[in-house]
């Protein structure tokens, strides 16, 4: 998680939200993703769905079972779906949600530990994972993902 933070980090001086996701395998990272939503203008560009791309690229597979994404927020429905549709193993985040109120991302009742359940097969989560290092990214951030 802690490169996780690094890379969000990276992710802002380099114009993007500070978010990340990492993607492991047999203890190596084999891909990141930043947030590329207000740098290349796409709704699509999360991280996690960065990290899951150039995951796939990197092993040239669509499966991804055996793999653990580290995020820094809470991974949301979209990310979620397409972690599903890879058999991605596990998804450790820090951050929730509501632990940034710009977030316009509001889905009510929607928590990835219980959606992640649901999936075929289930993902196993971990949430909450520095919490406090991973909100605080996002601390100064305003609008970072307007709906207009």
């Known amino acids: 998680m802690k490169l996780a933070i690094k890379e969000a980090e990276k992710s802002l001086t380099n114009g993007g939200a500070p978010t990340s996701a990492i993607i492991v395998k047999d ?8 947030s590329m939503v207000g740098v290349n203008m ?8 960065e ?7 990197k092993l040239d597979t669509l499966n991804l079972n ?4 580290y995020s820094t927020i809470e991974t949301c429905s ?16 820090g951050a929730y949600k509501e632990d940034f109120p710009g977030n316009a991302y509001n889905m009510s009742d929607y928590h990835v530990e219980v ?4 999936m075929t097969p289930p993902i ?8 406090e290092e991973c909100a605080k ?9 307007p709906i207009t």
């Open 27 to 34: 203890d190596k990272v084999i891909a990141t993703g930043w």
């Open 78 to 93: 979209m990310c979620l779906g397409c972690a599903s549709w890879t058999a991605l193993s596990k998804i450790v985040f």
């Open 66 to 69: 055996g793999c653990t994404m």
């Open 115 to 118: 959606e992640a359940k649901r």
């Open 51 to 57: 990290a899951i791309k150039n995951a796939c690229k």
């Open 137 to 145: 990214l996002m601390e100064n951030i305003e609008n970072w993902a």
């Open 124 to 131: 196993e989560i971990a949430g909450g994972i520095l919490r």
């Open 42 to 49: 796409d709704p699509s560009g999360h991280s996690e769905l």
